[in-house]
């Protein structure tokens, strides 16, 4: 199960830092899986996820990213992705991805001003999040059924 949302009023990532999701503005999206295995690590899902993520990115704005081991994508060194991975109740895990796709600096934080940044900001272009939404759902869908075969 998928669930995309236009907004997070309590967003977060790791270790128990706010995720800012201002509405309409980004790609955040919480998926519910319940492996067939148990997964050795979740670092290794996570990094799956931001391959996928990394993957999405390039084929809709063709900019270069790279990811910060083990839960970020940035893009010139910039914060535009975060992922977190958790277990839940009877074997279920909850992946949470957000992206940064029409964010503008004058609307974050002052802590994240300097360090996060969006796809708008390093094309120059507006995306709608929702063909972001499309390309990253193919690309996960693809990677966790390969990685579910070697595990």
Same mark, same amino acid.
């Given at each position: 199960m998928v669930i995309i949302a236009g907004e997070q009023?309590?967003?977060?990532g790791k270790p128990g830092r706010h995720w800012f999701s201002p509405p309409k503005l980004g790609l955040y999206l919480s998926a519910i899986i319940k492996p %067939?295995? %148990?997964?050795?690590?979740l670092v290794s899902l996570t990094l799956l996820c931001a391959e996928a993520v990394e993957a999405a990115i390039n084929n809709i704005s063709k900019l270069t990213t790279e990811i910060k081991f083990p839960n970020d994508v940035l893009i010139n060194g910039k914060k535009v992705c975060?992922?977190?991975v958790e277990r839940v109740a009877a074997g279920y895990l909850?992946?949470?991805i957000g992206v940064n796709v029409n964010?503008?600096?004058d609307?974050?934080?002052d802590e994240i001003k300097n360090s996060a940044t969006s796809l708008k900001i390093e094309a120059g272009l507006d995306y709608d999040p929702r063909q972001l939404q499309d390309?990253?759902?193919v690309e996960l869908d693809q990677r966790y059924?390969?990685?579910?075969n070697k595990i």
């Open positions: 009023t309590r967003g977060r %067939r295995k %148990r997964p050795k690590d975060g992922i977190l909850i992946i949470g964010n503008l600096p609307i974050w934080p390309v990253l759902l059924l390969a990685y579910l």
